[in-house]
């Protein structure tokens, strides 16, 4: 009869959960902030070549555009689709899209054309002079440093 009387008077033990929601956040803001948006930027679509020479960069460079070449030839500047449509780079849509993202880095970071890194991903199946003829829309802009990205060939 002693165990009923203290079982009643005891209070039900309630959670407080304004600190578990606390942590989540917490961690939700922490995880967001350390991301890598490196995978983020590269298109499924694109396989690229196999490579004995890619070795993975030691570090990212400090500015740059990612441009992605589909094997249809169709390219991606970040998220923006765009085309080489004939050889007067400035009118095509891939010149005009260039040209605008370079205007906004020299605006907002005041970074000149010749200070930013062209990361090119080309897929396997691109032909070489697709490549070449995008490499000279860079040029023709003010961009002279290209990076090509590959994946590295595995021992076997």
Do not use: W
């Amino acid at each position: 009869m002693r165990k009923e009387r203290v079982l009643s008077k005891l209070k039900s033990a309630e959670t407080n959960m304004t600190s578990m929601i606390d942590v989540v956040f917490l961690l939700i803001s922490f995880f967001t902030l350390v991301m890598n948006f490196s995978q983020a930027e590269q298109h499924e679509e694109i396989a690229l070549p196999n490579s004995e020479l890619a070795q993975p960069p030691e570090s990212a460079p400090p500015e740059m555009i990612t441009i992605q070449i589909l094997a249809d030839h169709t390219i991606y500047i970040g998220s923006v689709k765009c085309a080489i449509e004939n050889d007067a780079f400035e009118t095509t849509s891939f010149g005009l899209t260039l040209a605008e993202e370079l205007r906004l880095m020299n605006l907002v970071r005041k970074v000149q054309p010749q200070d930013v890194t062209m990361i090119l991903r080309g897929d396997g199946d691109v032909d070489v002079d697709y490549v070449q003829k995008v490499i000279l829309a860079c040029q023709s802009l003010g961009a002279d440093s290209f990076v090509l990205r590959a994946r590295q060939a595995r021992g076997e």
